[in-house]
């Protein structure tokens, strides 16, 4: 008897309308290895573009990251202050008697140069960590993190007068920019403080989850280090490089908290580093009011500074059960008929830059 060959049309129809589903099918699988592509122009991560940054990360959805942009401070670039050192030696040290005003002690300008880093920030999620304990086992606690990036723009911003008016003026600088980060996470109402605190066991778990495809890659050719790297908050104190037009070199950092209070509703994250802008001044007492350094004293008593902070606004319109990143949304929300906090008007905005 002859053997029967295997016909093609033999086969069951559903294998066929399998196989034509699959060459239809154009493929989703995305390429491991980070491309060299330039953005476009016009493309911005102000405006979550489709276009990954720098051509090193995944891109994001349009809204998903919000870039906070850099904003000049005329008054960050100089201040006046009487040296209070000097004067508490000697109250008249170089007054003349032609004019007391010119006395070389007293509203003295101190120029300061001033830079800021545009920092871009992702949502607010959380996520389950088995943290160690000092007993030998694993806690299973969630942890709440908000994943950025930095970018040092290449611009700064110095002293001028021009026409008796003083302004800053904006200069391009190719220096790299030194970034010491400080997070701090407060809620309104109660108050409490959470400083962002360093969780190695997680940072692994975050990168899986942000990019498992391609890994949070960083400056790899300008600052050299692992191929897969997101940096802590202590790892994120370095030189960040600037700009050049076309490549954004921004370096990934993220900030982590754990044992957060289920029951906050709003709160704010404050942010420090960004910028090397500060205010400070010196604190008079008595009457008349006279400085309260006197001979003598460490250098700096009474003297108060503050450092620019960047403020960003969170609310989250749930309760202590079952808590999930998807209800916190970014910025301020005003209660219909009621203050419950009694912030000042200024501060009801997403985001808002003060000295503190």
């Given at each position: 008897?002859?053997?029967?060959?295997?016909s093609?049309?033999?086969?069951?129809?559903?294998?066929?309308?399998?196989?034509?589903?699959?060459?239809?099918?154009?493929?989703?699988?995305?390429?491991?290895?980070?491309?060299?592509?330039?953005?476009?122009?016009?493309?911005?991560?102000?405006s979550?573009?489709?276009v990954?940054?720098?051509?090193?990360?995944?891109?994001?959805?349009p809204?998903?990251?919000?870039?906070?942009?850099?904003?000049?401070?005329?008054g960050?670039t100089?201040?006046?202050?009487?040296?209070?050192?000097?004067?508490a030696?000697?109250?008249?040290?170089?007054?003349?008697?032609?004019?007391?005003?010119?006395?070389?002690?007293?509203?003295?300008?101190?120029?300061?140069?001033?830079?800021?880093?545009?920092?871009?920030?992702?949502p607010?999620?959380?996520?389950?960590?088995?943290?160690?304990?000092?007993?030998?086992?694993?806690?299973?606690?969630?942890?709440?993190?908000?994943l950025?990036?930095?970018?040092?723009?290449?611009?700064?911003?110095?002293?001028?007068?021009e026409?008796?008016?003083?302004?800053?003026?904006?200069?391009?600088?190719?220096?790299?920019?030194?970034?010491?980060?400080r997070?701090?996470?407060?809620?309104?109402?109660?108050?409490?403080?959470?400083?962002?605190?360093?969780?190695?066991?997680?940072?692994?778990?975050?990168?899986?989850?942000?990019?498992?495809?391609?890994?949070?890659?960083?400056?790899a050719?300008?600052?050299p280090?692992?191929?897969?790297?997101l940096?802590?908050t202590?790892?994120?104190?370095?030189?960040?490089?600037?700009?050049p037009?076309?490549?954004?070199?921004?370096?990934?950092?993220?900030?982590?908290?754990?044992?957060?209070?289920?029951?906050?509703?709003?709160?704010?994250?404050?942010?420090?580093?960004?910028?090397?802008?500060?205010?400070?001044?010196?604190?008079?007492?008595?009457?008349?009011?006279?400085?309260?350094?006197?001979?003598?004293?460490?250098?700096?008593?009474?003297?108060?500074?503050?450092?620019k902070?960047?403020?960003i606004?969170?609310?989250?319109?749930?309760?202590?059960?079952?808590?999930?990143?998807?209800e916190?949304?970014?910025?301020?929300?005003?209660?219909?008929?009621?203050?419950?906090?009694?912030?000042?008007?200024?501060?009801?905005?997403?985001?808002?830059?003060?000295?503190?």
């Open positions: 008897m002859r053997a029967l060959r295997p093609w049309w033999s086969f069951p129809v559903i294998v066929w309308i399998g196989l034509a589903v699959v060459a239809c099918t154009p493929s989703q699988a995305q390429s491991r290895t980070p491309g060299k592509v330039v953005p476009k122009p016009g493309n911005s991560a102000k979550g573009g489709n990954a940054s720098g051509g090193r990360f995944r891109a994001t959805a809204g998903v990251e919000v870039t906070i942009p850099v904003e000049s401070d005329a960050a100089f201040s006046r202050h009487d040296m209070v050192e000097v004067l030696v000697d109250p008249t040290f170089g007054e003349r008697l032609a004019s007391k005003a010119l006395a070389v002690a007293k509203d003295v300008v101190f120029e300061h140069e001033v830079y800021m880093l545009e920092i871009t920030l992702k607010m999620r959380m996520i389950f960590v088995d943290i160690p304990t000092t007993e030998g086992r694993f806690d299973r606690k969630q942890i709440w993190y908000l950025y990036r930095v970018k040092n723009t290449g611009k700064v911003w110095k002293h001028s007068v026409g008796g008016n003083a302004k800053p003026v904006e200069v391009v600088s190719d220096k790299p920019i030194r970034f010491i980060p997070f701090t996470l407060e809620s309104w109402k109660p108050k409490k403080i959470y400083p962002d605190q360093i969780i190695p066991v997680a940072i692994p778990e975050i990168e899986k989850r942000e990019d498992a495809g391609r890994r949070l890659k960083n400056v050719d300008v600052v280090e692992p191929a897969a790297k940096h802590n202590i790892e994120m104190m370095r030189d960040i490089p600037p700009s037009e076309g490549l954004d070199l921004s370096v990934w950092g993220v900030a982590t908290w754990e044992d957060i209070d289920p029951t906050i509703d709003h709160f704010s994250v404050f942010i420090q580093g960004l910028t090397n802008a500060y205010h400070w001044e010196d604190a008079k007492a008595g009457d008349p009011p006279a400085y309260v350094y006197k001979p003598g004293n460490p250098l700096g008593t009474g003297r108060k500074r503050t450092q902070t960047l403020r606004n969170f609310w989250r319109p749930s309760d202590r059960y079952d808590e999930h990143e998807e916190i949304r970014f910025g301020f929300w005003e209660h219909q008929g009621e203050d419950r906090f009694g912030i000042k008007p200024e501060e009801k905005v997403d985001y808002l830059w003060l000295y503190r």
